[in-house]
């Protein structure tokens, strides 16, 4: 039973990615900040037995070795990068919300970087933390839930923290992916589209369950000759 570990397991995607996986009778970690406040996610878990719920503080590296610990003989044949955030500051938490802290001419350096760290440093660190576990997995994967914001050739203005993040995640994760190859551990991020969720907003198109089955689909199809790529969730593949 392949054994799927996917952070900011809470709500939004990380929870649809959780219930498509568990539903498939694959084994589940499902982490997050405060388990004890998970309420959807523990319900889930009462219905799926593959479910293990975690604790993890994506930008605390002692959080994550506790982790680690705790995971050390367990096989991760894939890992899901999803947690983050886009903005650091107390107001906005989408981007329809003008968060002028991302504004040049109003930017908030401090907010900038929380983003930075959370979207950028946190999941590259942690896929490094976990990277014994995946070696276990013949097979293993790593995939990074970035955004096509992120993309230098179509960059707009504002949300510079978001931008930037996702651009610098993007930028990191094509690097390591060469160092990955030779371990036999597939790289890829993947853009989910605009999706209804806290982040993307009500005002998004596409459900939750759409997008999550989607890159399921474009997950599953990963080829090494693929590794480092960046994708859209259809798995048609996104220019830098």
Known sequence: MPTVLITGANRGLGLEFVRQYAADTNRVIACCRNPHQATELATLAKTHSGIQIESLEIDNQASMDALSKHLQSSVIDLLINNAGIFTGGEKAVNATDG???QIFGSLDPE???KVLRINTIAPIIFAETMLPNLQ????AKIINITSKMGAIG????????????KAALNAAMRAISHDLKSKNIIIANLHPGWVKTDMGSQNAPLEPRDSVSAMRKAIATLTPEQTGQFFNYDGKIIAW
């Not at 276990?136 to 097979?139: A, E, G, M, Q, T």
């Not at 179509?154 to 993040?165: L, P």
């Open 99 to 101: 968060d002028t802290g």
């Open 136 to 139: 276990r997995s013949p097979h």
């Open 111 to 113: 907010a900038w970087g």
């Open 154 to 165: 179509e960059m707009g203005s504002g949300s510079i923290a978001y931008r930037t993040s």
